[in-house]
């Protein structure tokens, strides 16, 4: 295991010996490849392509690949991640797209209210090879210096609104002076415009945020209500899918030029295991069979949106999308829109 404090004091000493050509003899028998994520093994749905990943270059490609991988923000928090990557501190990195929409903007089509539906159940539109994932990843390299092994096949099942027993949100006017938790952009713009007041809360502190008062809601994924147990305190959710996230395998296009073919060769095998298992593990076998069940266990009521209420969702939320495609450029914008909806662009 690596010490974080030593890591990040000398792994820029560790790849400046690799470049002086310094003995390689083992590395290239297998080469470590240090990798991270910030989820901890407790958010199962989420964390289970990620294992997985690695466990596919463990048990196949252990003669290529020396992997030193790190969970739960143990090398690396959150915010770090990216940083790291972009130094060269870090090999891959796993990262929910929500959480980087800010700086990697691209992203945030897999995110936009009034288009996650359409991504999430159709999830052949970001499978790898598909238009819609390669023109992300023509951005992320352009702009960003960045490519994308994968984001697990799909989005994930989208954030609902989850209220308390004390301030409902039964449905869109009860948002009108709510506090409620929000983690992406575009989920902001959304709540924002019903009238309730966006609050950004990490989740390992949104338990007593909903307990005292301090939101009266939150969106997110159900992965995060079972991960940090808030249907203890949550009583309602109302299945409006406001936004949406995936999890992504990123790389810097620099550091993946560079690598010995029969590494990424094992990258890419084990990119193609997450592509296929990742998001569909979640979606069917974690939410459908367990984690929902759950919710009905404790309680929680679910209330499900009749279609004038998402069409008025979707119509309110117009100028989110809007102004993300005035953030990444009109025609990479709406083409990027359009291949989310299943249209030709």
């Given at each position: 295991?690596?010490?974080r404090?030593?890591?990040?004091?000398?792994?820029?000493?560790l790849?400046?010996?690799?470049?002086?050509?310094?003995?390689?003899?083992?590395?290239?028998?297998?080469e470590?490849?240090?990798?991270?994520t910030?989820?901890?093994?407790?958010?199962?749905?989420?964390?289970?392509?990620?294992?997985?990943?690695v466990e596919?270059?463990?048990?196949?490609h252990s003669?290529?690949?020396?992997?030193d991988f790190?969970?739960s923000?143990?090398?690396l928090?959150?915010?770090?991640?990216?940083p790291?990557?972009?130094?060269?501190?870090?090999?891959?990195?796993?990262?929910t797209?929500?959480?980087?929409?800010?700086?990697?903007?691209?992203?945030?089509?897999l995110g936009?209210?009034?288009?996650?539906n359409?991504?999430?159940?159709?999830?052949d539109?970001?499978?790898?090879?598909?238009?819609?994932?390669?023109?992300?990843n023509?951005?992320?390299?352009?702009?960003?210096?960045?490519?994308?092994l994968?984001?697990?096949?799909?989005?994930l099942?989208?954030?609902?609104i989850?209220?308390?027993e004390?301030?409902p949100?039964?449905n869109l006017?009860d948002?009108?002076?709510?506090?409620?938790?929000?983690?992406?952009?575009?989920?902001t713009?959304?709540?924002?415009a019903?009238g309730?007041?966006?609050?950004?809360?990490?989740?390992?502190?949104?338990?007593?945020?909903?307990?005292?008062?301090t939101?009266?809601?939150?969106?997110?994924?159900?992965?995060?209500?079972?991960?940090?147990?808030?249907q203890e305190?949550v009583?309602?959710?109302?299945?409006v899918?406001?936004?949406a996230?995936?999890?992504?395998?990123?790389?810097?296009?620099?550091?993946?030029?560079?690598m010995?073919?029969d590494?990424?060769?094992?990258?890419?095998?084990?990119?193609?295991?997450f592509?296929?298992?990742?998001?569909?593990m979640?979606?069917e076998?974690?939410y459908?069979?367990?984690?929902w069940?759950?919710?009905?266990?404790a309680?929680?009521?679910?209330?499900?949106?009749?279609?004038e209420?998402?069409d008025?969702?979707?119509?309110?939320s117009?100028?989110?999308?809007?102004e993300?495609?005035?953030?990444?450029?009109?025609?990479?914008?709406?083409?990027?829109i359009?291949?989310a909806?299943?249209?030709?662009?």
């Amino acid at each position: 295991m690596i010490d974080r404090r030593k890591f990040l004091t000398y792994s820029g000493a560790l790849a400046a010996g690799s470049t002086l050509g310094l003995p390689l003899s083992r590395a290239r028998a297998a080469e470590t490849v240090t990798g991270v994520t910030y989820l901890p093994p407790s958010y199962k749905a989420l964390t289970a392509g990620s294992a997985g990943f690695v466990e596919q270059l463990e048990k196949n490609h252990s003669d290529v690949v020396d992997i030193d991988f790190h969970d739960s923000g143990r090398l690396l928090s959150a915010d770090e991640q990216l940083p790291a990557l972009r130094a060269g501190n870090i090999d891959f990195m796993f990262h929910t797209t929500s959480y980087v929409t800010r700086s990697l903007p691209i992203l945030g089509v897999l995110g936009l209210p009034g288009v996650v539906n359409a991504l999430y159940e159709n999830p052949d539109r970001l499978k790898r090879g598909s238009p819609l994932f390669e023109l992300i990843n023509e951005q992320l390299e352009s702009e960003h210096g960045l490519y994308m092994l994968s984001v697990g096949g799909n989005i994930l099942q989208p954030e609902y609104i989850w209220s308390t027993e004390s301030d409902p949100v039964r449905n869109l006017d009860d948002l009108d002076g709510k506090k409620v938790r929000v983690v992406g952009y575009e989920a902001t713009g959304a709540i924002e415009a019903f009238g309730g007041a966006s609050v950004r809360i990490p989740s390992s502190e949104l338990y007593l945020a909903l307990q005292r008062g301090t939101v009266d809601a939150a969106v997110c994924n159900i992965s995060t209500v079972v991960g940090r147990s808030l249907q203890e305190q949550v009583t309602q959710v109302l299945r409006v899918p406001v936004t949406a996230f995936g999890i992504g395998i990123f790389v810097t296009t620099e550091h993946w030029a560079q690598m010995p073919d029969d590494v990424k060769e094992a990258m890419t095998s084990a990119a193609e295991w997450f592509d296929e298992n990742s998001a569909r593990m979640a979606n069917e076998d974690y939410y459908g069979d367990e984690y929902w069940p759950m919710m009905d266990e404790a309680g929680v009521e679910v209330i499900e949106p009749d279609q004038e209420t998402l069409d008025r969702f979707a119509e309110v939320s117009t100028e989110v999308r809007n102004e993300w495609v005035g953030e990444v450029g009109q025609e990479v914008g709406e083409r990027a829109i359009a291949l989310a909806e299943g249209e030709d662009a």
